[in-house]
């Protein structure tokens, strides 16, 4: 869980990591972009692929990999079954697998993303392009207190189990309702004292963060050629 969900793959040596974050956030959001508006399967469906090996070059375990993109996979799949059932099966099936290659295609460039960019550099430079101060704020501590409302939870849930709480469909149904219950109970808490907290320190809203240095020329000739390709690419395959 650890591995899951933490930056412990962003502060590596590699390529992609070396790479400012404002201009990953530039080709990330190109990419997302084009992958929406493709109009064949495979275009989507081929960057997920091109993803996923660039997650192996940079030496991300295919379990941590495929445990991320395991969510929206899922999603993708449903979409599927829901398109065969309502427009039937050739149109429905094609309809439905266009879709699923946005769903996966974008989900696979937003997870390499977060592989090869601590979160903290990502906010930072969401508020370079003029992401308002409160919302980068709030992005912040959204994502610091996700980790200890997991903890919350699997310390929750081993209590439960060491009391049977798992037992049988019908308990299994009781704990992780009163699981979900107290989950949401300690996130409102924790809420109430962090922003207590925040204003004991003098905080008013106010921009905290501190300015970032210019983008270098050789990240902003990375992020251009990046683009093309992926103009190029769209062009020659996603747009036909």
Same mark, same amino acid.
């Given at each position: 869980?650890?591995?899951?969900f933490?930056?412990?793959?962003?502060v590596?040596?590699?390529?992609?990591?070396?790479?400012?974050?404002?201009?990953?956030?530039?080709i990330?959001?190109f990419?997302?972009?084009?992958?929406?508006?493709?109009?064949?399967?495979a275009?989507?469906?081929?960057?997920?692929v091109?993803?996923?090996?660039?997650?192996?070059?940079?030496?991300?375990?295919?379990?941590?990999?495929?445990?991320?993109?395991?969510?929206?996979?899922?999603m993708?799949?449903v979409?599927?079954v829901?398109?065969?059932?309502?427009?039937?099966m050739?149109?429905?099936?094609?309809?439905?697998?266009?879709?699923?290659?946005?769903v996966?295609?974008?989900?696979?460039?937003?997870?390499? %993303?977060?592989? /090869?960019?601590?979160?903290h550099? =990502?906010?930072?430079?969401?508020?370079?392009?003029?992401? #308002? @101060? !409160?919302?980068?704020?709030?992005?912040?501590?959204?994502?610091r207190?996700?980790?200890?409302?997991i903890?919350?939870a699997?310390?929750?849930?081993?209590?439960?189990?060491?009391?049977?709480?798992?037992?049988?469909?019908?308990?299994?149904?009781?704990?992780?309702s009163?699981?979900?219950?107290?989950?949401?109970i300690?996130?409102?808490?924790?809420?109430?004292?962090t922003?207590e907290?925040?204003l004991?320190?003098?905080?008013s809203?106010?921009?905290?963060h501190?300015p %970032?240095?210019? /983008?270098?020329?050789?990240d902003? =000739?990375?992020a251009a050629?990046?683009?093309?390709?992926? #103009? @190029? !690419?769209?062009?020659?395959?996603?747009?036909k």
């Amino acid at each position: 869980m650890f591995e899951l969900f933490s930056d412990i793959f962003a502060v590596r040596d590699n390529p992609l990591t070396r790479l400012d974050a404002r201009a990953k956030l530039v080709i990330a959001l190109f990419a997302i972009i084009a992958v929406i508006m493709s109009r064949h399967a495979a275009f989507g469906f081929g960057v997920c692929v091109l993803v996923l090996a660039a997650t192996g070059m940079i030496g991300i375990p295919v379990k941590i990999a495929g445990e991320r993109i395991a969510m929206p996979f899922g999603m993708a799949l449903v979409v599927v079954v829901i398109k065969v059932f309502l427009s039937g099966m050739e149109e429905g099936l094609a309809s439905g697998l266009l879709l699923a290659s946005h769903v996966l295609g974008a989900a696979s460039i937003a997870m390499l %993303l977060g592989f /090869v960019t601590p979160a903290h550099q =990502l906010f930072r430079g969401l508020r370079w392009f003029g992401l #308002s @101060a !409160a919302w980068v704020d709030l992005a912040l501590l959204t994502y610091r207190y996700v980790f200890v409302l997991i903890e919350t939870a699997v310390d929750m849930a081993s209590a439960q189990r060491v009391r049977m709480g798992y037992t049988g469909f019908g308990r299994s149904l009781s704990s992780f309702s009163v699981l979900a219950g107290g989950v949401v109970i300690r996130s409102t808490e924790q809420a109430a004292r962090t922003h207590e907290a925040m204003l004991a320190k003098g905080w008013s809203g106010g921009d905290t963060h501190q300015p %970032l240095p210019p /983008v270098r020329l050789r990240d902003v =000739l990375a992020a251009a050629a990046v683009c093309l390709l992926i #103009s @190029a !690419a769209y062009i020659g395959w996603g747009a036909k």
